[in-house]
């Protein structure tokens, strides 16, 4: 998980080229038909104007589409990455060919739409828990090819990244729990197995918290227990586990869930649950 005290880094910039390359094959093809009636040698300029409250993010991949389209193209961003955004606020001016603005106008609102949408819903659910000892964590629960992205976004909305795949952490579930034929044994399955990395047990009853403490897991997720339940967990755990609650809530029962004193508070709707953001890109030849 994602040490809360340092600014939020973007993927490599191999990752943030890959995901721009493909995004523009998507998109152009063999070529932007309608932007070649446009003189070759025309220049343009404009800007970016956020149209509602939202989390600004993206400007990396915002940048790398003209980059890649035209390295003539310079762009000059009014706002930075995390930073909250006001409707009418503009967002960044940009000047360069004509033909290469046209072509990447969409592709480059794509990633800047989607990825402050992600980072506008971290920061949403991190503001409602604010003031509790609980954090909020997103879920692998991403689009498709955009998991550094979208992971990158969360941490820009103040939330906390879980694991970034099925590689670098441990997440034993039921299923896991029936082919190993205990919590203890899959948990010492998995100290043998990979000693370096984090292991964390999902339980879905008080008797299997009690297992899992017992297996000394490092993390113990609380699979849709009722409130109740979660502080009967948090007494007690007293502290020997991380806790992570996850399940379906609304916002009053995510505030209650926060202040039974859990370590973490899982959502899946910070990445699956997005709504683009609202922005104007206007060019002026």
Partial sequence: MCPTNVRPQPPAAEQIQADV??????????????????????????????????VLCGHHWFDEVFRQLDDRVEIHWAAGEGQRLTPDQPVCTFA???????????????????LSATATQARHFVDLVAGTHARILDTRKTLPGLRAAQKYATR???ALN????????????????????????????????????????????????????????????????????VERAVALTARRSKLEASGNLGEQGLRELAGTGVDYISIGAITK???????????RL
């Avoid at 390359?21 to 003189?39: F, I, K, N, Q």
């Avoid at 603005?101 to 480059?108: F, H, I, K, M, Q």
């Avoid at 649950?273 to 060019?283: E, F, G, I, M």
């Fill in 96 to 114: 360069g060919p004509a033909r290469a603005l046209l072509s990447g106008e969409r592709t480059a609102l794509n990633f800047l739409q989607t």
């Fill in 162 to 229: 879980h694991r970034q795949g099925l590689y670098d952490a441990i997440l034993i579930k039921e299923n896991h729990i029936l082919a190993c034929g205990s919590i203890a044994a899959a948990v010492a399955a998995a100290r043998e197995r990979a000693p370096e990395l984090p292991v964390e047990v999902e339980v879905e009853t008080l008797q299997e918290l009690e297992q899992a403490l017992a297996a000394e897991a490092d993390t113990i997720m609380l699979d849709n227990f009722s409130l109740a339940d």
């Fill in 156 to 158: 820009c909305g103040g």
């Fill in 21 to 54: 390359t493909r995004a523009l094959e998507e998109d152009l093809g063999t070529g932007d038909v309608t932007a070649e009636l446009v003189p070759r040698n025309a220049w343009a300029q404009g800007q970016v104007i956020c149209r509602e409250q939202a």
């Fill in 273 to 283: 649950h997005v709504r683009a953001v609202d922005y104007s890109l206007r060019l």
